[in-house]
């Protein structure tokens, strides 16, 4: 009676097992092919393909094939400037976009380019990986229709131009400097004492090249993959503004997915934000010393009294947190709470 009580579980499991395994084929044999494009407007070797290539990988993996990511780096796609809009309308599938070139479209986004805002990494990854990063995503969907799949590395915008070695706040008077066509950063600079003169990152490089404006700032990456060192003379290690690289996805590319496929996508953006964060945290110091070596990046740079900048993005902070509503204000809050 046991012996038979035990063939009878085992053919039970052994059934259920084999179930399970036509069931997972089946939906694999007729689940929709979907082709993703993921577009980002830097350079194959920068920092945005490291995330958009691990992301690639992983989704065709967790979705059994049944995904392809076709990525296109360069702007390919389409700019910065463009992109965000186009999410919207689901004319583009997906975009890696800067967060401070969010803003105009999610004035929100503004908290987290505001200068010094976090303290550390430790903080800004409490902050975005936690529920304050979870309500961010939720807000921007319902405000735009738009999905942030994940936040990835966050980085630190570095100081290069073609006057001077920088070593205070002072050494920034009068100086022409590139920024994107934000407000609080525009604002930024104006409190350092510079003109800052808002381009778009397609004008960038020709704008730096032929001295309509003496510097800009960007990821310490991007400095060294567009070659920014070849052309400017000077680095400081500022680290005023914290940068990272969301991934977006259009609602119109998420509803043609079935839920495995919306399952795997969602986790393969957070296991590639993870990848990301990692492997970008481990090349910065590396890139900062090619920059600043004789006979590689051969910048110049210094040491540098703080204090002045520091000083200066406080009353930044303050400005906008007083001014742009209650919402916002709220949202700062939480930001430094997490700081505490």
């Not at 920092?47 to 290539?53: E, M």
């Not at 006057?163 to 600079?189: A, C, E, F, H, W």
């Not at 934000?273 to 010393?289: F, L, N, P, Q």
Request: aromatic share 10%; charged share 25%; net charge positive.
């Amino acid at each position: 009676m046991i012996k038979q009580n035990t063939m009878l579980m085992k053919k039970t499991i052994f059934f259920a097992v084999l179930s399970i395994i036509i069931a997972t084929i089946s939906q694999n044999a007729f689940a929709k092919k979907v082709v993703i494009n993921l577009g980002y407007a830097a350079a194959e070797s920068s920092t945005y393909g490291v995330l958009s290539k691990k992301f690639e990988e992983l989704v065709e993996e967790y979705s059994n094939g049944t995904i392809d990511v076709k990525v296109r780096c360069c702007s390919q796609l389409m700019g910065e400037d463009e992109a965000f809009k186009a999410l919207q309308l689901g004319t583009v599938d997906m975009h890696i976009i800067t967060g401070n070139n969010i803003s105009p479209h999610f004035p929100l986004m503004d908290a987290f380019v505001l200068p010094y805002v976090f303290k550390d990494k430790d903080h800004a990854y409490r902050v975005l990986e936690g529920e304050v990063g979870d309500d961010f995503a939720e807000q921007l969907n319902k405000a735009t229709g738009v999905h942030l799949l994940t936040f990835g590395f966050v980085g630190d915008r570095d100081f290069y131009n073609s006057r001077s070695i920088i070593r205070s706040v002072d050494d920034m008077s009068g100086l022409k400097i590139r920024v994107p066509k934000n407000q609080v950063m525009i604002d930024t600079y104006k409190e350092f004492g510079a003109s800052p003169i808002p381009l778009p990152w397609a004008d960038t490089p020709t704008a730096l090249q032929t001295g309509t404006v003496q510097g800009a700032d960007n990821g310490t990456s991007f400095i060294k993959s567009q070659k920014f060192y070849e052309i400017m003379p000077y680095f400081t290690k500022l680290e005023h503004f914290s940068y990272f690289s969301p991934l977006f996805a259009s609602s119109r590319i998420m509803n043609k997915l079935d839920k495995r496929q919306r399952a795997a996508v969602i986790l393969a953006a957070q296991d590639a934000g993870i990848y990301h964060k990692k492997e970008m945290g481990s090349r910065i110091a590396d890139i900062r010393k090619f920059l600043t070596t004789s006979g590689k990046g051969n910048m110049k740079t210094a040491e540098f009294d703080r204090s002045g900048f520091i000083a200066a993005g406080q009353r930044v902070q303050d400005k906008y947190a007083s001014k742009k509503g209650k919402n916002f204000t709220k949202f700062v809050r939480a930001i430094r709470a997490e700081g505490n």
